[in-house]
């Protein structure tokens, strides 16, 4: 550890406060009984499908850039897709995704 | 009510416990591994709560002190809040005290649950919103302490395991879908986010992406306002 605890403490605090700036901007620009214009309702209802397709890419994000180029999670997203469709199991898709690439990157792509 | 709204949300974060005690565990264990106190995930885990951002704090904390660069750091990492905060203006209208937990506490998977699942009859919304959030906060909290505490005890090749996130959001991707009748939200998502990935690189595409998307979504809306219909 290079810094002080004063210094991690502020660094800390830094990150607490964007992160909280991100939350609760939206609901600060419009209150309760302030309705807002018709297109940002509408982005409401689209952004929400949107989001989720941009947190696949945010976690396969360095992955692609690796001496791999994303094949070992390529692997594993492929048989989460097919032991999704075939047990519609959440959780099991999770757990089977996540061991398989656990098997693959500490095996094989290494 | 309070313990009917405990008792009708307490399934839907079955998966998210999991999914956050692996996840919390590798990352209490990984700031251990790297000399931290139990204390700093307990903390940060609390206060943050926003788990790709405390994985990067950890690195944050291992380098040079530079407070201005982890605030505009989290605010990029973070941005994506934006899109959720618009989304459930209307949702969590109307829910008293509990708006500013609601908002305090709106993880990924918090959103997720409480932008596509609605409480069954007879429960309170607001309750229902707020025992979802609180229960995955309380999941988080847990499994980043008690991966911490376990990295003073035991060692395990956890390589890898950071992958459950990627699994979460493919299997929730996947959900959508199934639910959806339009899947070009989800399509336009998909590709804008992929397309700046490329352009922009790993460290710069979010910003980009997001405002990829909604332009995307704004210069077609007229033709996907009246075909897609409110969830």
Redesign the interface.
């Known amino acids: ?3 002080t605890v004063a ?2 403490v ?18 600060l620009i ?1 209150p ?1 009984g302030k309705t ?1 214009p018709a ?24 992955a ?2 690796t001496a791999w180029h994303g094949l070992p ?1 390529l692997i ?2 492929l048989f ?2 097919a032991l ?2 075939w047990k519609k199991n ?2 099991l ?3 089977g ?2 061991i398989l ?2 098997i ?3 095996n094989f792509f290494r | 009510m309070k313990r009917k709204a405990l008792r009708a949300a307490f399934p839907y974060t079955l998966p998210i416990c999991v999914g956050f005690l692996f996840l919390g565990l590798s990352y209490g264990f990984l700031m251990r591994s790297q000399g931290f106190s139990f204390v700093y995930p307990l903390l940060m885990s609390l206060f943050i709560f926003a788990g790709s951002m405390e994985f990067v704090t950890v690195e944050l904390l291992l380098s040079a002190f530079a407070p201005l660069h982890a605030f505009l750091l989290a605010l990029m990492v973070n941005a994506r809040h934006l899109f959720y905060g618009l989304s459930m203006l209307q949702k969590y209208k109307n829910t008293g005290w509990k708006k500013f937990y609601l908002i305090f506490g709106m993880c990924d998977e918090s959103f997720s649950i409480n932008c596509t699942v609605a409480p069954p009859e007879g429960v309170d919304r607001g309750w229902f919103m707020f025992f979802v959030t609180l229960l995955n906060h309380i999941y988080w909290v847990t499994g980043a302490t008690a991966g911490a505490l376990l990295g003073y005890v035991i060692h395990f090749d956890t390589t890898g395991i950071e992958f459950v996130m990627t699994a979460l959001f493919v299997v929730m991707f996947l959900n959508q879908w199934e639910e959806a009748k339009d899947h070009r939200p989800a399509l336009v998502g998909l590709g804008c986010s992929l397309a700046c990935l490329l352009l922009f690189g790993s460290s710069g595409f979010i910003v980009p992406a997001m405002a990829l998307i909604i332009l995307s979504f704004l210069l077609t809306r007229k033709t996907f306002a009246q075909e897609v219909k409110a969830p």
């Open positions: 550890m290079t810094m210094q991690s502020l660094t800390v605090l830094a990150v607490v406060a964007a992160t909280m700036l991100t939350r609760f901007l939206p609901f419009f309760e807002p297109a940002v309702t509408y982005l409401g209802t689209v952004l929400p499908y949107a989001v989720i397709g941009l947190l696949v890419v945010y976690c396969l994000k360095d692609v850039f999670e594993a997203i989460i897709v999704h469709t959440t959780l898709s999770i757990a995704g996540t690439y656990m693959l990157v500490q």
